[in-house]
């Protein structure tokens, strides 16, 4: 029905995010070790990072194609917010539908909702004063952009290769 949502930044980064922790979180899980940790917290640390690094390589390109800049500490804030993701989502979800029915119940839920985006604001607001806090490159060529992922692809089919190879050398 719109072609032109192929070419919308809030397209490409909400279905390049998805494609990120599908295709890019696993070879991200393997090189961190996430997968073969024993320990319940670090395997959820390195995990985690995993997922927030394989977004943010993935989201590079629309990032600086639309916005012309990259926060450099959202790797890290990552870590805070994917975690509380599903408890501002449920909460928003529930609180609204029970305000539907019961407008009391349904607002004390959706405080939760406004409590997590609110943290969500206050350490985006205090990283961004951070030193560093964005990195201003300008709009990169669609020819460095095809580059960058045919780079990207290449990389992550050979990682997968040598790791299946990996697998058979074991067996």
Same mark, same amino acid.
């Given at each position: ?47 985690? $990072? ?25 790797? $890290? ?95």
């Amino acid at each position: 029905r719109q072609p032109l949502y192929l070419t919308d930044a809030g397209f490409l980064l909400s279905f390049g995010a998805i494609l990120g922790i599908i295709l890019l979180g696993p070879v991200f899980e393997e090189m961190t070790g996430s997968a073969g940790t024993k320990s319940r917290i670090l395997k959820s640390i390195l995990g985690s $990072l995993a997922v927030s690094l394989a977004v943010n390589v993935m989201l590079l390109g629309p990032v600086l194609y639309f916005y012309f800049e990259v926060p450099p500490y959202s790797v $890290l804030l990552n870590l805070l917010v994917i975690p509380l993701m599903p408890v501002a989502m449920g909460a928003g979800g529930i609180g609204s539908a029970a305000a539907v029915v019961w407008e009391l119940p349904g607002s004390v839920v959706l405080k939760l909702c406004k409590a997590v985006l609110w943290g969500y604001d206050s350490v985006c607001s205090a990283a961004s004063a951070l030193p560093g806090s964005r990195f201003v490159s300008g709009r990169p060529g669609l020819a460095w952009l095809l580059v960058y992922y045919t780079v990207l692809g290449l990389l992550c089919i050979v990682f997968c290769f040598l790791g299946q190879r990996q697998e058979q050398g074991e067996e």
